[in-house]
């Protein structure tokens, strides 16, 4: 007698589907994105990102004591600073607003953890020079307007060891500038900062999805950026930028977006010994408040299975703009 395979018998009930899930979320292996902007008195909405704001550095404190109290594993902060010019250069001033933000970020954490009331989370820092320049691209660019990969290495190693300085547990590299990982390291190391580790975005696609982003950051580009990050019909040069970074020394390597590159995603986690992170971006975040809020999708239903679908694709650690508000859920539910 042929047996009837029954899979759904692990489907029955909640406790059965709960006991037998392959994959779990936790509030620490999120990571919230955080904006702080110079120069303003009260946070800012963000109209494509409906419930993210630009934090002035008076109602940034409060975020991150939220996230602190929800249990997310890190944040990752980009500032805005006031005014911007071709170098970029309030990215390597050591009080610029970004710098500025880490540091306040550092105390309130050490604090915390020193008090025994929460159990810390990983500051992380963008190092990239698009919120910083006046024409919005990553990098300096060449006497012809061309990004000039070699001539912003120096600046993205003297901005990374300021971030160190502020109290930065990671930098961030995000301009995809060749070489970005290996000069950083070196940098880091040389200034004494052996300890604090680089999250490459490794595998950045030039994307549509970071549409709302640039309204996040006031952004000044004009054009694209489609010199330095990756095309999106590309999935084995995902996979090599993952290899060179690691080459360079990355403690951890990056996918972004998330949600459109989940093959990229898993291919890279496969291959790469080291913890892979994924940036659920501000397209994938607005295309989901706003179906929801039309009454489209069910909100919390959709959010967290698109989190739950990167985590399953190979990501230890999700980057996503609901970090705090999964992490609250998580702990009701436990
Ligand atoms: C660059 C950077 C960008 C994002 C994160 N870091 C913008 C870009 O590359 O154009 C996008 C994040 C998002 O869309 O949520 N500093």
Redesign the pocket.
Known sequence: MTVLLRPRRLRTNPAMRRLVAETRLHARDLVL?MFVKEGIDAPHPIAS?PGVVQHSEASFPGAVREALAAGVGGI?L?GIPAVRDAAGSAGTDPDGVLQRALRTARSIVDSEVAAGTSQGLVVMA??????FTDHGH?GVLDDQGRVDNDATLPVYAAMAVEQARAGADVV?P???MDGQVAVIRDALDDAGFGDVAILA?SA?Y??A??????E??D?A?QGD?RTY?MDAANGREGEREADIDLAEGADMVMV??AGSYLDVLARVAERSDVPVAA???????AMIEAAAANGWIDRRGAILESVLGIRRAGANVV?T?WATEIAAWLAADA
């Open positions: 994105p990102m990752m980009f963008d190092t990239c020079l698009d919120e990553c961030a995000s301009g995809m975005y950045k030039a994307s999805f970071y549409g709302p982003f640039r996040a950051v952004s580009l950026r990050q972004k977006p940036y659920q971006v501000s397209g994938e975040y980057l703009y």
